[in-house]
T-cell receptor
């Protein structure tokens, strides 16, 4: 069964460094998302992406964040200058489309980001 | 603004007991979608079910059943004859048709003891 994959599974970085989290969505999906989950808390939406542009973003997704689909398979989240409070599990998700019956978002296993 | 509330932070049951996880939502949209996801100790998010606001039929899938009540803005999830493998955090989520984001509740930690 196709699945969303994410690399790395765990990333440790120093405050102020740039990180890039990578995701390979399910191959025939058209919509891509990033969410984050601070330890012990709920899952929070960051951004959605369709047709090579951001379709929606949350208030969390400020200028420190950016997303890109550099080729036909990868979808990346970049954090330009990490802060301690960026430490969280970051989930990538994808969905087939927006039409009726296609609203499920399938999540990857997550990347645990630790900022020291 | 959309909001999902899961008032039960933690539930502990003994194997074979039935357990219901509550979910209450708020939205201004007339058409929306509700979801349940399971997060086992390994951390991934596993999709369980989607319910459309225009379809109020309840659904049963094996030991799982879902009760959607539009009148009370609730979408509760029942596990019948719970098993230890059901131990996980369960999240209810809402998606409005006016946007693409899933809004999650705080989650309910379910522990099923042998």
């Amino acid at each position: 069964e196709p699945e969303v994959t994410q690399t790395p599974s765990h990333q440790v970085t120093q405050m102020g460094q740039e990180v890039i989290l990578r995701c390979v969505p399910i191959s025939n999906h058209l919509y891509f998302y990033w969410y984050r989950q601070i330890l012990g808390q709920k899952v929070e939406f960051l951004v959605s992406f369709y047709n090579n542009e951001i379709s929606e973003k949350s208030e969390i997704f400020d200028d420190q964040f950016s997303v890109e689909r550099p080729d036909g398979s990868n979808f990346t989240l970049k954090i330009r200058s990490t802060k301690l409070e960026d430490s969280a599990m970051y989930f990538c998700a994808s969905s087939p489309g927006q039409g009726r019956g296609t609203y499920e978002q399938y999540f990857g296993p997550g990347t645990r980001l630790t900022v020291t | 603004a959309q909001k999902v509330t899961q008032a039960q932070t933690e539930i502990s049951v003994v194997e074979k007991e039935d357990v219901t996880l509550d979910c209450v939502y708020e939205t201004r949209d007339t058409t929306y979608y509700l979801f349940w996801y399971k997060q086992p100790p390994s951390g991934e998010l596993v999709f369980l079910i989607r319910r459309n606001s225009f379809d109020e039929q309840n659904e049963i899938s094996g030991r799982y059943s879902w009760n959607f009540q539009k009148s009370t803005s609730s979408f509760n999830f029942t596990i019948t004859a719970s098993q230890v493998v059901d131990s996980a955090v369960y999240f209810c989520a809402l998606r409005e048709t006016s946007g693409s984001r899933l809004t999650f509740g705080e989650g309910t930690q379910l522990t099923v003891n042998p």
